[in-house]
């Protein structure tokens, strides 16, 4: 809405006149063409939802609108469409921490009509999830390098020095002192952060930990995959060939499924959908699950028949009036911006995620402005699994490679 609210500002001041957002798919199906709505100052604003097939985009471009919101899986597919005649003199990125990869092909697309951009807007909630690396390609798009160098190179030779290296090659890098200090200095005039700790008065969010006990033959096949990396489970072969595999195959097993070579899915055991149920059974309100697996959601309908998945517009509007007593989604699914206060006030993790930023988000699609009631977030743990070193990594906020590694080594030492 304050976003938008610019945008208006700026048209009537005749200072822009085409806008093009860059959103989540889901949240550019949603958020950015509804909200609009829901405003009496922004009532004259038109907005054209570039969506769908390619022929339904480039119907959607051809219509006259003040603002064109596009999914950002479809950033090279605009650019290619229009190169130098990029119609577009003000583009708002939406979660902007999504281009911070200078090396993929939706940064560069982008880069390439920077020249024929007059205002560059991004928004996010996670400017630098994994380090001050990440914030060199969100401000070059901003600013064309202006404050952090014209290069990823320039940059890291001058604020940082390698942490971890082989020969030539280095794995992680770390800022030298008063690189922080420096480079939020750098930012500070492009650049405003807002705490909404600070402005809203938040309900309380309470998290909790449910402790979910496996027997001891189910735990029995949980060590022999973490000691020997190899589980035989009803003649079906789940093996993992490296730390991540590895660390991916005992978060299944710790969740009570497990994919095979051949792609199949074994049972291991039905002791989180059983305490999931239990949540669902006592909760005064409808509950919204994140889990990790295909197989989760297999196991969470042999229980709750009536869960749905998150699918598009017509699922969060139901869920938010309420229809909804249990709504299922992928934390990468819902992550960015979406609106689900309004249905509910209870979050479950069914499967726990190594990504703090995931984790971050897919929290505050319940704990933001406008939810009225304290939000409880469940953590379904697995005792003597994987779950405590990933609950316990999200605590401190050090799930990088690192932490993964050393979690799979604390795992194998016990």
Known sequence: MITLTAVKQLIDDFAVSKVLVIAPKRVAEDTWTREHEKWDHLSGLTVSRVLGTPQQRVKALSRKADVYVIGRDCVQWIVQRYGKLWPFDMVVVDELSSFKNPQAKRF????????????????????????????????????????????????????????????YVVYKWAAIRGAEEEIRRRISDICVSMSAADYLELPDRIDREVP????????????????????????????????????????????????TDEHGVVRIHDAKAEALAEIVDVSDSPVLVFYSFKHDLEAIREKIPDARELEGPETIAAWNRGEIPVLLAHPASVGYGLNLQDGGHVIVWYGLTWSLELYQQANARLHRQGQQRPVIVHHLIAEGTVDEQVMKALQSKDTGQRALLEALKERRRE
Do not use: C, H
Request: glycine share 8%.
């Open 108 to 167: 560069k697309a982008l880069r390439q009509v920077l020249p024929f951009i007059e205002r560059v807007v991004g928004l996010t909630g996670t400017p630098s999830p994994n380090g001050l690396m990440d914030l060199w390609a969100e401000v070059f798009l901003l600013d064309r390098g202006e404050r952090l160098g014209r290069t990823l190179g320039r940059y890291r030779e001058k604020w940082f020095r390698p942490a971890v290296q082989n020969g």
């Open 212 to 259: 979910v006990r496996l027997s001891e033959a189910e735990m029995e096949n949980y060590r022999k995959m973490e000691q020997e990396q190899l589980l035989q489970v009803e003649d079906e072969t789940v093996a993992a060939l490296n730390a991540a595999a590895v660390m991916s195959k005992l978060l299944q097993i710790a969740n009570g499924r497990a994919y």
